[in-house]
């Protein structure tokens, strides 16, 4: 009796397979690879699966994958003897979302086709490419270990339903038969398959076979790559592994290969993406590092080989010293991993070096994709801290560019000769840190500022107070004092200060508990006033952050420092009317507010101010 049941794809998977069937129509041989990646991928979870439980072999222990061509009934046929599927796993993992990135990657999708094609490129297509020229797929499949009688037949013709069946199957694996779409016969050349093979799958471990005119070829070289000596793999190869490991489509920006002798022995084959993942921020991000010891696939996003700053690394670390049956658990307590996962930590801040000496433009690319990730070492990195300092990447008042950045050490290289500190400035935008009052005395003198307004910059000059002997020093907060780099600061003449005193007085009683403190300011030029933070308090930047986040914020009040040079300050000094200076400074402190991304109590009330002052 059959329990035969017909079921409908996910609306998302639907509209996956519609996308990719019409923009991957110009590299439609892309399915080959993407399902023998699939089975590479089914025989490691056997083979690992199989060393707690060996009856899983069931008596089969040469892992292959076997492709047929049948020129008669226009089929290609891939079989392989892997961990296969249940019925809940067929349903799970081809019949709803396949990947965690799918919703998210499909909010991203513009409508416009051209474009959309080049997202679809960057998101990893999988088991639905099968459909680029197949219209019909039928794929059998019993897990390892289960009865003969529990195996699953399930096909579809690509267009929104599929069928799922219990069937008979006796050897365990997946065998995926593809009816060929009309125009597609010549991947029923078995020159043709021979040489997609080679080109995209050389680099699988297992053997990947096919029956020729008399008997069994094999087409790859079947050995793990990265278990081969450097200068027996193209580029092209260790390319086509990196789509492999990492189920990106797209090529990678740079790898590093070693084999590491010493205490501990381990092979690390790991690659630096060329743009950022689609989950690269969510909490529960993959960590792409795949470990295997003495070839034998143990674990995927094995998170502890990695800091979790690199976690946009992907690639594979194989160790010959651990134990095959380590577990997460025993993972966390190795001491042989965490010298595996400091040697791969050099390994990577190494590369990117190399990328950064050899090529600022590639490594410009690298930055862009992961330069935030990558500053959330400021709290992780101890062993390597100079090391990845130097890679830090900022904008800076010497660029006019937003997207162009430059290195601490660069910066250095610019100092006035008694200057001693890295200056810096925070705020929401890069334009909102480039305006900055704050800079006025800087801009004048030529000083540079280094421009920080990503989220976590904050979180990195909470942490790295100096750099090569120099202290890194906000230039909204403390007491300015630019002398020694023999800019006069504004000269504020004892007299003046005498003079402005009853007005500073006034400031104060105005604004009352809004501030801390009235103060003559040393920073500006141009503004009538700024607000600036004591030395050691958090900046309103990083209050408002923390406040978005959710988080208690330690109450610090603001200091307003005005102009004395300013034409509204010297104005002000001269009305005698108690409640207009009431009101201007009030518009001083909301202005200096405004100006430095911060929000309004009362926006209305400053809109009626500054309409009366208007009038
Ligand atoms: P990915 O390989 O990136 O996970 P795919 O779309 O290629 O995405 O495959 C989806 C899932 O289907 C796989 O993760 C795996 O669980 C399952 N799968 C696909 N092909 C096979 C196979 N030959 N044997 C066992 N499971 C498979
Ligand atoms: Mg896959």
């Known amino acids: 009796m059959s329990d035969k049941q017909s079921m409908q794809f996910q609306a998302e998977v639907k509209q996956l397979l519609h996308l990719m069937i019409h923009s991957l129509y110009s590299n439609k041989e892309i399915f080959l690879r993407e399902l023998i990646s699939n089975a590479s991928d089914a025989c490691d979870k056997l083979r690992f699966e199989a060393i707690k439980t060996p009856e ?30 249940s019925r809940d796993e067929v349903i799970n993992n081809i019949g709803t979302i396949a990947h965690s990135g799918t919703k998210s990657f499909l909010n991203q999708l513009t409508g416009d086709e051209a474009k959309d094609a080049q997202l679809i490129g960057q998101f990893g297509v999988g088991f639905y490419s099968a459909f ?108 086509e592994f990196y789509k492999h490991v990492s189920h990106d489509f797209e090529e990678p920006l740079a790898w590093t290969h070693a084999k590491v002798e010493g205490k501990q022995e381990y092979t690390q084959l790991l690659y630096i993406p060329s743009h950022p993942p689609f989950d690269l921020y969510d909490r529960e991000q993959r960590h792409g590092i795949k470990l295997y010891v003495r070839r034998v696939f143990i674990m995927e996003e094995a998170e502890k080989l990695l800091p979790h700053y690199l976690r946009f690394v992907r690639g594979v670390i194989d160790s010959a010293d651990l134990p095959l049956n380590v577990s997460r658990e025993i993972l966390q307590e190795s001491k042989d991993i965490d010298a595996i996962r400091l040697g791969s930590t050099k390994k990577i801040l190494s590369l990117l070096e190399d990328i950064a000496k050899d090529n600022e433009e590639r490594y410009q690319q690298f930055w862009n994709s992961f330069g935030q990730v990558f500053k959330e070492g400021a709290a992780e990195e101890h062993a390597n801290r100079d090391k990845w300092a130097k890679l830090l990447r900022f904008s800076s008042t010497h660029l006019d560019d937003a997207k162009q950045t430059v290195s601490l050490d660069s910066y250095i290289s610019r100092m006035k000769p008694e200057q001693k500190a890295i200056y810096y400035v925070t705020a929401d935008s890069w334009t909102a840190a480039k305006n900055s009052p704050h800079l006025e005395i800087f801009k004048r003198h030529g000083i540079e500022v280094l421009l920080l307004s990503d989220r976590v910059d904050e979180w990195v000059v909470s942490h790295l107070h100096e750099f090569e002997g120099k202290t890194l020093q906000s230039v909204a907060k403390g007491d300015l004092d630019l002398s020694e780099l023999g800019v006069d600061t504004p000269k504020i003449e004892t007299a003046d200060n005498e003079k402005l005193k009853p007005l500073i007085e006034s400031i104060k009683n105005a604004l ?81 507010l405004i100006a430095e991304g911060g929000v309004l109590e009362d926006p209305a009330g400053f809109v009626k101010r500054l309409n009366e002052l208007m009038l």
């Open 512 to 592: 009352g508990e809004k501030v801390k403190e009235v103060r003559i300011s040393h920073r500006l030029t141009e503004s009538p006033a700024c607000l600036v933070m004591e030395e050691g308090a958090i900046s309103g930047h990083l209050e408002r952050l923390l406040k978005a986040a959710g988080q208690e914020v330690p109450q610090s009040k603001p200091i307003l420092e005005i102009n004395p040079e300013h034409r509204l300050i010297t104005r002000l000094q001269l009305e005698n009317n108690e409640m207009k200076v009431k009101e201007w400074s009030l518009l001083l402190f909301e202005q200096s």
């Open 56 to 85: 899983l072999w069931e008596g089969d222990t040469e892992l292959k994958v076997r492709i047929e061509i049948d020129k008669e009934a226009r089929t290609l046929t891939l079989i392989d003897n892997g961990i296969g599927m």
């Open 132 to 239: 680029i020229v197949a219209e019909r797929v039928t794929l059998t499949t019993r897990r390892a270990g289960l009865n003969h009688n529990e195996a699953i037949l399930w096909e579809s013709h690509g267009d929104g339903n599929f069928t799922l069946e219990t069937i008979d199957k006796a050897e365990r694996g997946t065998t995926i038969v593809l009816h060929l779409k009309e125009g597609e016969d010549s991947f029923l050349e078995p020159w043709q398959i021979k040489s997609l093979v080679r080109r995209y799958s050389d680099h699988i471990q297992l053997p990947i076979v096919m029956k020729g005119e008399t008997e069994e070829e094999t087409l790859n070289q079947a050995n793990a790559l990265w278990a081969r000596a450097r200068q027996e793999i193209t580029d092209e190869q260790y390319k």
